[in-house]
């Protein structure tokens, strides 16, 4: 079977969010492993977030996680070990090691979801990547739920109900 | 006097605009470049941008344009040789480009603008860099206008007017 | 058990090399696997490598393996499916593509190697990291095995006689 | 007049060098500005360099200066204001800045050198640039004199007697 690189998306938790959110980017990581794909998350140094919260469902459910981070170090906010490997690519946070981390998946989904978020988007839909984004939990995906960037129609942001649909949609998506 | 370095982003010509909003484009250029600053630009490869039409711009009021480019050569759609200083960046178009220009601008005006000019909004905010966005052109510009990217409401994206009144209240930002 | 990320570094096909140099970059490969580490290579689009080479090894062996490539696609010279993750980072060959591969590498062992392995080397060496180079194969790492790159005498490449020694040196430096 | 980018690399200040190795770095900035060109440098944060050097005789000589630094702010080793344009690219130092001001360059010189020139000539010769290296003033550039980086024999490192030499050299590569 071929193994996609999946990458979750979300708000860091600098900016607040419910419990139940962080279950819900968890369930996608479960989601993605218990299918056997890889997650790709963007692993922070200084805080959790819903990027790292999908990496630790998918770790608990046997699957392989890939953190991709800033800076020189892997020194990254993963008190557990959740991360099989870690990228620490030499670019900055803010775009840099965004856009490393999106060129390395083959496709997103992304919950809640602030300016970084935003970012990982605008790369995937320029890099022509499947997107699928949640509906219900506020933030950019939200906002963009079955919308297209721009004119130039590429892709839909693709809106999800639930981490389950998420997953079924994005591999739908790939297998097409 | 300290000379800022201030970018110009916004759509690119494969989605077609009016005419007028190339000239609006040139003359935001044009009064970076009266006011002794220097244009920073997006140079593409395949066709022309609003991106572009500003260091034209600048170019014929006399000042110092700069375009930073993807891929490993200077060859970039600039036919009147409107650039002083080519930067090949050696990232790929899609986010890693347009990471290395926002990062070497002080500060951002953006007209229209399609999924690259939001790719190089959420860098700028994210670096919490000035951002002044055109009202009255369309794109995500307009969307954005008078509005933060999130909720950690760093900077707004400052709504203008006009060319001229950009360029004003870019340099009030800078100098603050 | 800690699980390093040891990246094999050597001469491309495109320079010629006796297929014992092949099976010796196997070797490394597969004894890095059989220690429990991962296995990080340089992953052409064009043709094999020394690096693709360890790969091989490192996966005959069940071995944990990642490829950095260069450009936009996860297309890489990999008939056999020895990849387990592929990054493709957005930065061009030459030197960005492998400054993304070394940042992610906990340490190097180098075999031959040309141009490309020399610029590994020496931001491994920038980056502070353990090197180890095989005696024997020529190229680049023969030049400098037990040399220090400049006077900053930070760590000295240290010669190995053989692709298991190399791997021995290489977990005596990191477990230190 | 068709202008070059030309940049100048040699040994940064934490390592020590005479002041007449500095004056003969300023020398071929110098000749860069005299002749029309723009010198493009490595603009370090903590200390003054070779390359820093050769930006200073550039600008006394009223030449166009660049200078590319790591990180995030354009806060260089620079007092004097010797810079006209500087690009913090976002990457870090020890390869990624170095391979975003090389691929930016159309030829290098340089002059001494420890490992991080090393890897500007690594990446100059991967992406085939015209390299000339001072010599009498030892480092790489001494050790690489007239010498081809591998077997690819794509172009030798040109061997300079002076800083003046070194510019006629650079600019009758480049006009071929």
């Known amino acids: 079977m071929k193994k996609y690189q999946i990458g979750v998306m979300g708000s860091a938790a600098d900016l607040e969010y419910p419990e139940e959110f ?6 996608i990581g479960e989601e993605i492993a218990k299918s056997g794909h890889i997650t790709f998350y963007g692993a922070e140094k200084d805080y959790d977030s819903l990027s790292t919260a999908a ?23 993963d008190k557990e070990g959740n991360t099989d490997i870690i990228i620490p690519c030499g670019l900055e946070r803010g775009g840099g090691r965004e ?14 979801g602030a300016s970084g978020t935003l970012n990982e988007i605008t790369v995937a839909y320029q890099l022509d990547k499947p997107i699928v984004v949640l509906k219900g939990f506020g933030g950019w995906s939200e906002k963009l739920a079955d ?30």
Do not use: M, Q
């Open 22 to 27: 962080e279950k819900a980017a968890e369930k």
């Open 55 to 77: 990496a630790r469902g998918a770790k608990k459910a046997g699957g392989l996680t890939v953190g991709v981070t800033y800076g020189k170090t892997k020194d990254v906010w």
């Open 99 to 112: 856009f490393v981390l999106v060129s390395s998946c083959d496709a997103i989904i992304c919950i809640r």
């Open 147 to 176: 919308t297209y960037l721009d004119d130039r129609n590429r892709r839909k942001a693709i809106g999800a109900n639930s981490p389950e649909e998420s997953v079924k949609l994005i591999l739908n998506e790939l297998n097409k």
